[in-house]
């Protein structure tokens, strides 16, 4: 069985030690819970395999001592999003995610905003601070419609919960296929017919040079004026200004958004400031336990390093999963 200089770069490189010593004691393990000092612990190290979290955001994120270290040949990323590696030469280096680890809990969050504006939560609220009692309704999920941009295992987790609430599903991917609890899937050429369909669109796809501004000016100026737009991907995939653009002018239901271009969001950023969108910290993928079912992928994953066999969620950097 192969050995392996293992580096654990999280906020909290125990829980991650805990684990790996039970399940690979013989291993050397150092743990690192800074972006500044990990190039020089690779260095010192000479480490071979490091699992990494984007703990503090893409600023300052060390890649360029992942990627260009000698000695690095797997990467592990703990999330499922890994725009912040690339590029990299895959003959080179091989890098991993733990796609999966948040799908349900990611899926909820969409759900929750959907049920969020479809039951008119926005007005209730604002009548509740002006201390109103207003003639209100509510309105049934039921029968909406909702199109998913990525059918990955987050996508697919949220056409499930989609469905079990009897809505119509649509989901768009890069290889278009059957897919559970989705009515229509099609490929991505086909989204200009499909804004218009949708009451809600979740954005659930990888960021890269293809995505970057997929949900643009074209986009908001087809969708209903009642459409809400749900985003736990990455900033970027949906442009901001035309976003704004569209709120300002009233194109739009609203929006619950995860993930920002620049992260933390600027508190002079004007997205603060619109009652019909939900701003969160880049936390729908982040609950009581998620770390730890992430290690336990990569636990398994280094047994199989150890092994000398395939690696689970190998990512190609082309396609971004």
């Known amino acids: 069985m192969k050995s392996a200089t293992v580096i654990l770069h999280t906020d909290n490189p125990d829980v991650a030690l805990e684990v790996l010593s039970h399940d690979h004691g013989y291993l050397e393990f150092h743990g690192c819970d800074s972006y500044d000092a990990l190039p020089n612990l690779i260095f010192e190290t000479q480490a071979e395999v490091v699992y990494s979290v984007r ?24 999330g499922s999003g890994t725009d912040h590696m690339t590029p990299w030469d895959p003959a080179q280096l091989t ?28 007005q209730f ?49 890069a290889r278009p296929k ?36 997929l949900v643009g000016a074209a986009a908001f100026a087809a ?3 009642t459409t809400v737009i749900i985003d736990v991907s990455r900033g970027g995939v949906i442009d901001t200004q035309h976003l704004l653009a569209a709120l300002d002018a009233g194109r739009l239901g609203g929006a619950a958004l995860d993930v920002f271009p620049t992260e933390p969001l600027p508190v002079e950023h004007p997205i603060w400031g619109y009652d019909n969108v939900i701003v969160t910290p880049h936390c729908s993928s982040v609950y009581d336990g998620w770390d730890l079912k992430s290690v336990k992928m990569f636990s398994e994953n280094l047994k199989r390093y150890r092994d000398g066999k395939t690696l689970s969620n190998i990512v190609n950097p082309e396609r971004g999963y």
């Open 95 to 122: 890098v991993t995610n733990a796609a999966g680890v948040a799908a349900d809990m990611m899926s909820q969050y969409a759900l929750g905003a959907m049920l969020h504006f479809s039951l008119g939560f926005p």
């Open 223 to 225: 969708m209903k004026e």
């Open 55 to 78: 703990f503090a955001g893409s600023s300052g994120f060390p890649r360029e001592a992942l990627i260009n270290a000698p000695s690095v040949k797997w990467v592990s990323i703990g």
């Open 125 to 173: 609220h604002a009548a509740q601070q002006r201390r109103e009692w207003v003639s209100g309704k509510v309105e049934p999920i039921d029968g909406k419609t909702v199109l998913i941009l990525g059918l990955g295992k987050t996508g697919e987790a949220v056409a499930a919960r989609a469905k079990a609430l009897d809505m119509t599903t649509i989901g768009v991917r």
């Open 178 to 213: 059957a897919t559970p609890n989705v009515d229509e899937v099609y490929g991505m050429q086909a989204l200009p017919d499909l804004w218009a369909r949708a009451d809600f669109i979740v954005v659930c796809l990888p960021l890269l040079d293809t995505t970057r501004g």
